[in-house]
């Protein structure tokens, strides 16, 4: 049974910027806990949380449906999937379908993930003298959300050129995601999605284009094309991963880079322990992922009727799987607030997913981020934030990103 925690309202700001002690009261009280007014479910303990990744069949990644914020009134679960003849491709794919989608991407994006360290340290550089500005730097807008995005559309095969209207149309399509849509921008958020899906299907049919004249793939948009003339994925499939690649690939990879600086700024201490020892930058990561999930939760569709830690849930409803809230589960994190480099099963976090879901870009996440870091970390002597520019965050219940992120450098 769930236990009444009073009037919650998931949309308030100091909620949105701070939802650890919701958190915590979700995991005491109600680790399933029905949002009242609607069919949706937020899961918020460790074992709650893996126990529904593992069971598929009960509950399906397809996304059906996302909870938005209605100003004065209830939360409403706005329907995605009325038809129930929505088309899902890799991330919100089950089974086979998953797999095989998986199978197209994963191995491609490996092979060119082994390639990019030079590319990615010389990228951070290049945005580093770009962005810095005397003794500041917004460390979210000018590095953490720029680096993975460039990255994204170099292995996809798109010019760098098109970055900035790639970054805007992906932050827009999580807007819709996360819920939180400010009165008369609904409209601007459908037609970035319509632009980007345009964007897409014109890259993708410009690869099978010239997919016979190629001796072999160059880029995924390329490996994609392929699939789709070997029969192993249809043309509308391949657009969507192209779409989700540029939706998604970025969102992990900037809300870690920009909450791993914000950690370090905010404790000096820490700072000159990764300076002075470099190797443990990988397990800093690893704890800035689990205290800051990257991703606060996502989506699984109820199948059947069933249950979910003693709490029963029809079919047809929707689950929140809180990857915020099982990463500082005490019943499997000790001192699960703090930052402890020499943790236990340090990479035992649920912040890139978990089951047959894990994060395909995790590998690119860590890359970018480790370079991202490093560099920040030998350039400087120290970095703080700005005290009359506060960072603030993406107001959300799907990410967990910076909007902004001034510090003041003092360079070396």
């Known amino acids: 049974m769930t236990t009444d925690l009073g009037a919650i309202d998931l949309f308030d700001a ?14 005491e009280h109600a680790p399933v806990h029905r949002v009242p007014g609607t069919d949706f479910y937020l899961v918020a303990s460790w074992a709650a949380v893996t126990e529904a990744t593992a069971r598929t069949q009960d ?6 449906a996302v909870l938005v914020a209605q100003p004065g009134a209830a939360p409403l679960a706005f329907d995605l999937d009325a038809t129930g003849a929505g088309v899902h491709v890799l991330a919100t794919a089950d089974g086979a379908v998953h797999a095989a989608h998986r199978s197209v991407v994963g191995p491609a994006l490996v092979k060119r993930v082994r390639t990019l360290g030079p590319v990615v340290t010389d990228l951070t550089e290049q945005l580093w003298t770009e962005e810095l500005d005397g003794d ?7 590095i953490a959300d720029r680096l993975p995005l460039a990255l994204i559309a170099d292995l996809v095969g798109f010019p760098r050129a098109d970055v900035p209207r790639l970054l805007a149309w992906a932050y827009d399509s999580t807007e819709m995601l996360g819920g939180v849509v400010a009165e008369g921008r609904m409209t601007e958020l459908v037609t ?19 997919a016979g004249k190629q001796r072999a793939p160059q880029t995924l948009v390329d490996v994609l094309a392929a699939a789709v003339a070997a029969g192993r994925i249809d043309e509308q499939q391949a657009v969507l991963i192209v779409v989700q690649l540029i939706g998604a690939g970025g969102e ?10 914000r950690l370090l700024a905010t404790d000096l201490d820490l700072q000159d322990t990764l ?9 800093f990561l690893d704890e800035a992922l689990r205290v800051e999930s990257p991703f606060r939760g996502h989506h699984r569709h109820v199948t059947a009727d069933t249950e979910l830690a003693g709490v029963a849930l029809p079919a047809g409803s929707h689950l929140l799987l809180l990857w915020g809230a099982a990463n500082r589960d005490p019943a499997m994190f000790d001192a699960p607030d703090i930052v402890d480099l020499a943790r236990p099963r340090g990479r035992a976090h649920a912040a890139f997913g978990a089951g047959a879901h894990f994060c395909i870009g995790s590998a690119l996440a860590r890359l970018e981020a480790t370079a991202a870091l490093t560099l920040l970390l030998e350039r400087t002597a120290r970095f703080t934030l700005v005290e009359d ?4 965050w993406v107001p959300s219940l799907f990410v967990r990103r910076h909007a902004s992120l001034p510090m003041r450098v003092v360079v070396r």
Do not use: N
């Open 14 to 27: 100091a909620v949105l910027d701070d939802p650890y002690p919701l958190y915590d009261a979700l995991r």
């Open 59 to 64: 509950f399906s990644s397809h996304l059906t």
């Open 136 to 142: 500041r730097i917004d460390w979210a807008t000018g």
């Open 192 to 210: 970035s999605a319509a632009a980007l899906a345009h964007y897409a299907y014109l890259a993708v049919t410009a690869a099978i284009a010239r």
């Open 252 to 261: 992990s990879t900037a809300g870690l880079i920009a909450s791993a600086a």
């Open 275 to 283: 300076r002075e020892r470099p190797e443990l930058v990988p397990a």
């Open 389 to 392: 520019a506060p960072p603030r």
